[in-house]
């Protein structure tokens, strides 16, 4: 394969991811950081390939930035969507999985992640018929749990399953799925 071959599969990947984001209503400051693309040629995407009336609405502002969200009581959606960003790999099991060799986490915005990303969050709104997270929120929860600063994935003793808890939090709440203790360690997970 010659090196324009690559160079053409990778240019089209990030058009493809773009148009998937753009699709999900992302800001234009994510698909940037996801794909590599200017904000010129995202706008040009946008006016090309989005009719006007299709439905997609471009958001302003900054993205979303307080994890309270993910942490309010009746927050299955948010443990639903973990598991899928689980599930398609764009949030390691443990978080020193996630780490450089200097103790930093990875960084997680690339092009193989935008696309696992695409697919974990459209697997969520189809699981989760009334879904009320919306892309950006998914994205940050992507972001906070690869980070493992703020909040976290502990693990059921009894069922396995993945809740997400705050990272400094003085008592450990029960398992959402079935009410048992979790793990004290984040370095568990689900193949320990």
């Known amino acids: 394969m010659r090196v324009t071959d690559d160079r053409y599969n990778r240019d089209r990947?990030?058009?493809?991811?773009?148009?998937?984001?753009?699709?999900h209503e992302a800001r234009t400051q994510t698909i940037r950081r996801w794909t590599g693309l200017s904000d010129d040629r995202i706008r040009k995407l946008v006016r090309s390939y989005i009719r006007p009336g299709a439905g997609v609405r471009r958001h302003r502002g900054k993205s979303p930035q307080q994890v309270g969200f993910?942490?309010?009581?009746?927050?299955?959606?948010?443990?639903?969507?973990?598991?899928?960003?689980?599930?398609?790999?764009?949030?390691?099991?443990?978080p020193a999985a996630a780490r450089t060799p200097d103790g930093a986490p990875s960084p997680l915005p690339?092009?193989?992640?935008?696309?696992?990303?695409?697919?974990?969050?459209?697997t969520y709104?189809?699981?989760?018929?009334?879904a009320r997270i919306d892309f950006e929120h998914a994205v940050f929860l992507a972001i906070a749990l690869n980070a493992a600063?703020?909040?976290?994935?502990?693990w059921c003793h009894s069922c396995d399953a993945a809740n997400i808890t705050e990272h400094s939090a003085l008592r450990v709440p029960p398992c959402r799925a079935c009410g048992a203790a979790l793990r004290d360690t984040?370095?568990?997970?689900?193949d320990h």
């Open 110 to 122: 690339s092009l193989a992640r935008g696309r696992q990303m695409c697919e974990a969050y459209e």
């Open 186 to 190: 984040v370095t568990m997970g689900p």
């Open 13 to 23: 990947l990030r058009l493809e991811i773009a148009l998937r984001l753009i699709g």
């Open 149 to 154: 600063d703020q909040i976290r994935l502990r």
């Open 125 to 130: 709104r189809r699981v989760v018929p009334q």
């Open 70 to 94: 993910f942490l309010r009581g009746g927050s299955d959606d948010a443990h639903a969507l973990a598991a899928m960003l689980l599930l398609f790999g764009v949030v390691p099991p443990r």
